[in-house]
């Protein structure tokens, strides 16, 4: 890992301005870890070594880490050893410093705290890092500047799902949101939880898509399950009111407005593009794009996206449209996955989940 200064220029008046660090804080948790090493578990949740702004920190919780899960006692003694065995005790500091941390721990039931300081200001200094990168960027102009803002916008989202997990929670407090999930669903009358497909056979079957679900839509070649997919789309924006995102990495953006438009006025698709409709099938055509433009469904047909992209944008969807119900990906295998999987079906497996 490159070295960070400890100082950057560039504020206002030509100051100089240090990088945000809590030293305190990071040698609470090496203490507290040391002093009391049942906390090693809930601190490793929060903070990895680089997370440490001082180098010897680093060195000192990677030993920490390792010791307890090798199932050895954690303690200034035998992190010494540890140290001294890799040669690294001396560049840490010495036996001395190792075991000044231990008496400079305020509390030690306060190690997850500590913790949290010791990440915020991680994430502080990767923004710094990032910006830093994104201007050299823009001023070596290298590439266009639609791709250089896509760039920088993976590069600061990267940071915020940096160790984004999922913590325990209560079963009285799912149950609680369970409870509130049916309720509203009785209060509106619906027979489903979550987005209804529209198609009530099926829903009664899978009970809807739930929230935070991937449902894959799988089926031989030409069987029609994109024109499935768009009605799908069109039953959740027209008659549920909620929005819905489409990323259409084969067909472009015209060409799925036209099958919406088609599938809803009921007309062939192949006789609007030969401009051979009759007059009763242009009337429907055009009563049938007054529920399509006001329905709330995004459409998107950039080519060849990653996950990472994909994400980027739904993210962003999903700020600008708090009411968004569903994502519609066509199709998964058209997307660019991880370089490095061995082969396709990997790179697939990857990007499920």
């Avoid at 601190?43 to 899960?69: G, K, W, Y």
């Amino acid at each position: 890992m490159k070295a960070m200064p400890d100082s950057v220029a560039g504020g206002r008046g030509g100051e100089d301005y240090s990088l945000p660090q809590n030293l305190d804080a990071e040698i609470s948790v090496l203490g507290a870890s040391m002093l009391t090493p049942n906390v090693i578990p809930g601190v490793s949740e929060i903070v990895r070594p680089h997370h440490f702004f001082r180098q010897a920190h680093q060195r000192i919780f990677e030993v920490i880490e390792d010791l307890f899960s090798r199932g050895e006692p954690v303690d200034p003694i035998t992190v010494c050893e540890e140290l001294a065995n890799r040669a690294k005790l001396e560049e840490v500091g010495g036996r001395s410093y190792v075991h000044s941390l231990v008496a400079a721990v305020p509390a030690a039931t306060n190690a997850r705290h500590y913790a949290e300081i010791v990440r915020e200001n991680y994430l502080l200094r990767s923004l710094i890092r990032v910006g830093g990168q994104i201007t050299e960027m823009a001023y070596r102009r290298e590439h266009p500047p639609a791709e250089l803002i896509d760039k920088a916008e993976q590069m600061v989202f990267e940071i915020s799902q940096t160790r984004a997990t999922t913590e325990f929670e209560p079963l009285s407090e799912l149950i609680d949101a369970n409870f509130a999930e049916l309720e509203r669903t009785a209060a509106e009358g619906h027979h489903t939880v979550g987005c209804q497909t529209g198609f009530r056979d099926l829903d009664a079957i899978i009970n809807g898509f739930l929230p935070s679900n991937l449902i894959i839509l799988a089926a031989r070649p030409s069987m029609g399950k994109t024109a499935f997919a768009l009605n799908i789309a069109r039953n959740v924006a027209v008659d549920q009111h909620k929005a819905v995102g489409i990323f259409s990495l084969e067909m472009s953006k015209a060409e799925v407005a036209m099958r919406l438009m088609c599938a809803e006025a009921r007309v062939d698709s192949r006789r609007v593009k030969r401009g051979q409709l009759q007059p009763n099938e242009w009337s429907r055509l055009a009563a049938a794009c007054t529920p399509l433009h006001s329905a709330p469904i995004f459409i998107d047909d950039s080519a060849s996206l990653n996950l990472m992209e994909i994400r980027a944008k739904a993210r962003r969807l999903r700020a600008r449209e708090k009411n968004l119900g569903l994502i519609i990906l066509d199709y998964l295998q058209l997307m660019m996955g991880d370089v490095g999987a061995e082969n396709r079906q990997q790179e697939i497996a990857r990007i499920s989940r």
